[in-house]
């Protein structure tokens, strides 16, 4: 069994900062692409960024220069430093990898964390 287990959501202010983390554990072999997704009320589930195992990011428009995706190959860990947050930001961020864990690679997601960006 392979898990994901997100950490960090909370409340904070517009133009603050928080830190998600997502550990990957159970029968792994090898982790590919991970990323961070988020999904606000009444809307479907986005991409926020994702890095490959080489540790080459990608991001969404709208977080460009704010969010900053990282990753421990070692300890099997994602991160998202989210900084000069804004209200639009607002969502429950799920955690994604892809895992090898049996035969074939397969998608895999965390239960996710809530982010409220409010004053």
């Known amino acids: 069994q392979v898990q994901l287990v997100e950490s960090g959501g909370g409340l904070v202010q517009p133009g603050g900062s928080l830190r998600l983390s997502c550990a990957a554990s159970?029968?792994?072999?090898?982790?590919?692409?991970m990323g961070w997704y988020r999904q606000a009320p009444g809307k479907p589930r986005d991409l926020v960024a994702t890095i490959t195992t080489g540790g080459i990011p990608n991001y969404v428009a709208s977080v460009k220069g704010r969010f900053t995706i990282s990753r421990d190959n070692a300890k099997n860990t994602v991160s998202l430093q989210m900084n000069s947050l804004k209200p639009e930001d607002t969502a429950v961020y799920y955690c994604?990898?892809?895992?090898?864990?049996?035969?074939?690679?397969?998608?895999?997601w965390g239960q996710g964390t809530q982010v409220t960006v409010s004053s």
């Open positions: 994604n990898a892809i895992i090898l864990s049996g035969v074939f690679y397969r998608e895999y």
């Open positions: 159970g029968s792994i072999l090898s982790i590919n692409t």
